[in-house]
């Protein structure tokens, strides 16, 4: 069973914080990961993706990605009440299905 | 450039009916997933349709199907609605097959009774 893993949360940060996410799979063989946001009530938005080993940063957001260890992250940094989200990690499998974590709940406070 | 689209927002039905669910994906994509997601969960891959054929499938019964017809559009079609079907139901646009990005359409609320 391929398994994409999060912790639940809530994570807590207060405005202007960096809010650390983490995610880790079971798939070595995985080639492509993403980062979505999802509001409450809401469909998932993508946010990052990232296919090769090290950072990638787009604006407040910095994705990394260490395949040796089966891991991803998500930095967002300088933290915004607007933020507060489900934050689901999702790994693509055999070039079709993405699967996903069950998502980290992110509460920035102002 | 067109998002993806589905309709109905909303549907209700009630245990052993059928329903179908309608996805447009984004203008330049001709790879559609469908996803289920329940409450509190990350979306579960139901099967994913390019070049109108089915490319992939998750675990779920046969009573789940589908379609993807020449404009790259996509139908999804459960049969036998159950209690536990109940669920966000989400459709996925890409850019030849799936190992790329994947973008959402706001999805559809289905409530089973």
């Known amino acids: 069973q391929k398994e994409v893993e999060q912790n639940s949360g809530p994570l807590s940060v207060p405005e202007g914080a960096i809010a650390s996410l983490n995610c880790t799979y079971s798939d070595r063989g995985s080639q492509s990961f993403f980062w979505y946001r999802q509001y409450s009530g809401k469909s998932p938005e993508l946010i990052m993706s990232?296919?090769?080993?090290g950072d990638k940063e787009d604006g407040r957001f910095t994705a990394q990605l260490n395949k040796a260890s089966q891991y991803v992250s998500l930095l967002i940094r300088d933290s915004q009440p607007s933020d507060s989200a489900t934050y689901l990690c999702a790994v693509n499998q055999a070039g079709t299905a993405l699967i996903f974590g069950k998502g980290t709940t992110l509460s920035v406070s102002s | 450039e067109t998002g993806v689209t589905q309709s109905p927002t909303h549907l209700i039905k009630t245990r052993g009916q059928q329903v179908t669910l309608r996805c447009s994906s984004q203008?330049?994509?001709?790879?559609v997933s469908w996803y289920q997601q329940a409450l509190g969960q990350g979306p579960q891959f139901i099967f994913q349709y390019y070049r109108e054929e089915e490319n992939g499938r998750g675990n779920f019964p046969p009573r789940f199907s589908g379609l993807q017809f020449p404009n790259y559009s996509s139908e999804l079609n459960v049969n036998a609605l159950e209690l536990d079907d109940s669920a966000l139901y989400l459709c996925a646009s890409s850019f030849e097959g799936g190992k790329y990005e994947q973008y959402f359409g706001p999805g559809t609320r289905l409530t089973v009774t």
């Open positions: 203008s330049g994509h001709n790879t």
């Open positions: 990232i296919y090769s080993n």
